[in-house]
């Protein structure tokens, strides 16, 4: 076999290696508490479970489940691009019939180049006229490569003076932010944030794998633990802004777009996830039930291999337990509503100074503040990210393939343990009210400055009054008043339909 094949086939083996890893945690972590349902038999373990919201262990679980599943599965994808690449290339070769060389050519080649988004990388291959091949072989120092990456570690910025470099308006839109930063500490999980980039970018260059890009290694200027006059924590991070584009609620959007509905990227889940209020289908479950009708059709031919069926199984279960909770549960859908991600170490830390998920937020951009909460979790080696909708406000042009912050000016202010007691579907009147509260306690917003107001874009509309007419044979009426019902309106048994999403929105 090839070396590109064996690399490939390996790829293979390692995708399946961490699915199986997954499902072995899933299976120790997850699936511990029905232990003590076995003794009522395993009909009433696999039933329905009840209507409750799950712990957020369990719906982080799951997101980090999902991307690690999509990174590897590029990352296959990639092998197998440059497979068949290097397999064109030796084909056209072998057709052209190039002219045999008399000898070799030895000396030095160098070359510099940018690896991903601006990281400088200088190479020189230097050859030699050596011995008989025989003993050249057995020689370590006969084939060498050496591989140096340097990659210097950013400090934290402090103070308001340094978080005013990214944005001038800060102290002003906040004038409690001065006396809020004196006692201000850098968050270990700063250090730890970077020490994950560095894990990151260590472990795939002596695998060389793709790196992180350099927008991505340096992506936040500080992250801060506060503290107000009156005890509150505040987790006060400045960063740019990714953009995220998950989630689906079949209560609020009952239809989304076909290319959406059958993406084997976007995933229908956030973190923040609470009880179905309808019998209205999740949209999102007709895409996931095809795809295991099509999965388990593969698993039952003959002609698929074994490697492939043991991925298969896994997939179609990790599929099942989806459409399950996606039958009972709804979730944030980033298109439309305004959330912040935060990385998942944090959101399952034990510290005080933690952000979790529901924890309420304030976005300061430029001269806006935009009331949010925490809605998901994300990577443990990026962060600044929003929904879509929250991206979109402050960019129009943002997209989920377009951020719409590059540079490190975006503001992120949480208030750990500020959330409600029960989860429900998003309440932006309730939300900026509380973000407002929650200011209050650390000096307010500045003369001039408000919380942006969120329309909800997918609350159903009112019908409108109708005018009464005169009774008469216009009107259909024999001596009474007439009413004529829109065909949406609650007196004609309709209801009117939610708009589905205007574009795409996979990522």
């Known amino acids: 076999m090839s070396d590109t094949g064996k690399r490939g086939l390996g790829l293979c083996w390692k995708f399946l290696a961490g699915c199986g890893i997954l499902a072995v945690v899933a299976l120790v972590i997850g699936f511990t508490p029905l232990a003590g349902k076995l003794k009522r038999g395993l009909k009433e373990v696999f039933a329905p479970e009840p209507v409750v919201v799950r712990a957020d262990e369990t719906d982080l679980r799951r997101q980090l489940e999902a991307r690690l599943r999509a990174e590897m599965e590029d990352e296959l994808e990639r092998e197998l691009a440059a497979m068949k690449e290097a397999a064109d ?53 006969s084939y060498v490569a050496s591989y140096q ?28 932010l001065g006396v809020l930063l004196e006692d201000a500490v850098v968050s270990p999980f700063f250090h730890a944030l970077y020490q994950n980039k560095m894990d990151r970018v260590r472990r795939n260059a002596n695998t060389l794998n793709e790196l992180l890009t350099k927008h991505n290694v340096y992506d936040c200027e500080t992250i801060l633990h506060c503290v107000a006059p009156n005890g509150r924590k505040v987790f006060l991070m400045q960063a740019e802004m990714d953009v995220v584009s998950d989630g689906s609620d079949g209560d ?25 209020r309808t019998k209205t289908p999740n949209p999102m479950v007709k895409g996931w039930e095809e795809r295991i009708k099509v999965g388990t059709k593969e698993l039952n031919d003959p002609k698929t ?18 459409v399950a ?25 034990g510290d005080a100074f933690a952000p979790k998920v529901g924890d309420y937020a304030v976005v300061v951009y430029g001269k806006k503040v935009y009331p949010a909460i925490v809605g998901d979790g994300g990577p443990t080696f990026k962060v600044g990210e929003a929904s879509l909708r929250m991206a979109k406000e402050l960019n129009e042009r943002a997209s989920p393939y377009s951020r719409p912050v590059s540079d490190l000016d975006v503001t ?60 008469g044979e216009d009107a259909g009426g024999t001596g009474g008043e007439g009413e004529v019902n829109p065909p949406d309106s609650p007196a004609s048994g309709g209801s009117a339909p939610v708009a589905a999403p205007a574009g795409p929105a996979g990522g």
């Open 325 to 349: 909770d996606m039958k009972w549960r709804s979730f944030l859908i980033a298109e439309y509503d305004p959330f912040i991600v935060i990385p998942v170490n944090l959101l399952t830390s």
């Open 412 to 471: 992120y202010v949480v208030f750990p343990r500020s959330r409600e007691d029960k989860k429900g579907p998003p309440d932006y009147v309730k939300w900026r009210q509380r973000c407002h509260e929650l200011l209050q306690e650390i000096g307010g917003l500045g003369d001039g400055y408000s919380l942006h107001e969120w329309e909800d874009q997918l609350a159903v509309p009112e019908p409108e009054p109708v005018d009464e007419e005169p009774a």
């Open 252 to 276: 609020r959007l009952p239809e989304m777009p076909e290319e959406i509905v059958k993406s084997t990227h976007y995933q229908p889940f956030t973190s923040y996830g609470w009880a179905k």
């Open 89 to 141: 290339k030796a084909a056209k070769q072998v057709a052209g019939k190039p002219e045999l060389p008399e000898t070799v050519r030895v000396g030095t080649v160098t070359d510099v180049r940018k690896l991903r988004s601006g990281i400088a990388f200088k190479t020189e291959v230097k050859t030699e006229l050596g011995g008989v091949a025989s003993e050249e072989r057995v020689d370590d120092e």
């Open 149 to 176: 990456l340097r990659l210097r570690v950013p400090k934290a910025v402090e103070g308001l003076e340094g978080l005013e470099a990214s944005n001038p308006d800060l102290g002003k839109i906040l004038p409690g």
């Open 305 to 322: 291999s074994a490697a492939r069926k043991q991925w298969l199984r896994d997939r179609i279960a990790y599929l099942k337990r989806g």
